[in-house]
Nanobody, 118 residues
Framework: QVQLVESGGGLVQAGGSLRLSCAVS????????MGWYRQAPGKQRELVAG???????AYADAVKGRFTISRDNAKNTVYLQMNGLKPEDTAVYYC????????????WGQGTQVTVSS
């Protein structure tokens, strides 16, 4: 079956960095768009960054210039490098596999907690 497994979350001070990873199995990774989403307490889940099969990227305005999404098709893994973290970045981060960024994801990971202290 299709599995998306995130790792790399944790507690970091404001201004620090974290790198999230999402390993995908059970589906052809390279032809799919991948997205990173986050959900903070009491808020809706939102798209943070996405990367297409052709490696085009898109970012939420709140993270532009601080976060970078990338993919390694040989490892079936997508990454989210997060620099300059702020307390408002605190959320559960999910990776997702989808056909297009404009469409709802077909598969989700279990999520990884990112907490940024001030």
């Amino acid at each position: 079956q299709v599995q998306l497994v995130e790792s790399g979350g944790g507690l970091v001070q404001a201004g620090g960095s974290l790198r999230l990873s999402c390993a995908v199995s059970g589906i052809s990774f390279s032809i799919n768009t991948m997205g990173w989403y986050r959900q903070a307490p009491g808020k809706q889940r939102e798209l943070v960054a996405g990367i297409t099969s052709g490696r085009s990227t898109a970012y939420a305005d709140a993270v532009k210039g601080r976060f970078t999404i990338s993919r390694d098709n040989a490892k079936n893994t997508v990454y989210l490098q997060m620099n300059g973290l702020k307390p408002e970045d605190t959320a559960v981060y999910y990776c997702a596999l989808q056909s297009l960024l404009s469409e709802s994801p077909r598969y989700w990971g279990q999520g990884t907690q990112v907490t940024v202290s001030s």
